[in-house]
T-cell receptor, first 110, second 115 residues
Framework: EDQVTQSPEALRLQEGESSSLNCSYTVSGLRGLFWYRQDPGKGPEFLFTLYSAGEEKEKERLKATLTKKESFLHITAPKPEDSATYLCAVQRGGADGLTFGKGTHLIIQP | DAGITQSPRHKVTETGTPVTLRCHQTENHRYMYWYRQDPGHGLRLIHYSYGVKDTDKGEVSDGYSVSRSKTEDFLLTLESATSSQTSVYFC??????????????FGPGTRLTVL
């Protein structure tokens, strides 16, 4: 059974204070690992897809990395507008649904 | 929301009544998915479709059925709603496997309350 565990469950940072969110996974035959951002009352918003260990992707203040067992979402010098819940998900087959973690609720204080 | 709409956006119903949620896309994507999101569980797959009239079950399919008669529409039906089906329901779409990038894009969600 595919499993995704995200930590921490919640994180409160000061504006400008960099940190990392963790996503540990177990899946047989990983097709892709996905990061999403979700704001209250809205659907998940796609951020990144990672396909192989060693891969990195960046977007503004966010950088996602992937190893064979986990992925990190690094947030550099965050701003209050980065406050959201960040979701990690894995996919086994190309058409399969995603298996999600429970998310990390991130709060950036001014 | 990548050309995805869900209707209704909010619904309150009573136990035992049938409920149908609609997902409509304007992207002509082949794959469509229904998820539910509950506190403490995260998002879980209910059913998905890989083409018109082609559907399959997900992790939490009991009590739900789906239909897809057109590429753009994917319907989720609760035949007899129960309080345990109170949740937020999200539809997602994905491109054909002909492209390597198969990320899923989500709709705005439907909040369903079963009393």
């Amino acid at each position: 059974e595919d499993q995704v565990t995200q930590s921490p469950e919640a994180l409160r940072l000061q504006e400008g204070e960099s940190s990392s969110l963790n996503c540990s996974y177990t899946v047989s035959g990983l097709r892709g690992l996905f990061w999403y951002r979700q704001d209250p009352g809205k659907g998940p918003e796609f951020l990144f897809t990672l396909y192989s260990a060693g891969e990195e992707k960046e977007k503004e203040r966010l950088k996602a990395t992937l190893t064979k067992k986990e992925s990190f979402l690094h947030i550099t010098a965050p701003k209050p507008e980065d406050s959201a819940t960040y979701l990690c998900a894995v996919q086994r087959g190309g058409a399969d649904g995603l298996t999600f973690g429970k998310g990390t609720h991130l709060i950036i204080q001014p | 929301d990548a050309g995805i709409t869900q209707s209704p956006r909010h619904k309150v119903t009573e136990t035992g009544t049938p409920v149908t949620l609609r997902c409509h896309q304007t992207e002509n994507h082949r794959y469509m998915y229904w998820y539910r999101q509950d506190p403490g569980h995260g998002l879980r797959l209910i059913h998905y479709s890989y083409g018109v009239k082609d559907t399959d079950k997900g992790e939490v399919s009991d009590g739900y059925s789906v239909s897809r008669s057109k590429t753009e529409d994917f319907l989720l039906t609760l035949e007899s709603a129960t309080s345990s089906q109170t949740s937020v329901y999200f539809c997602a779409i994905s491109e054909s496997l002909a492209t390597f990038y198969n990320e899923q894009f989500f709709g705005p969600g439907t909040r369903l309350t079963v009393l």
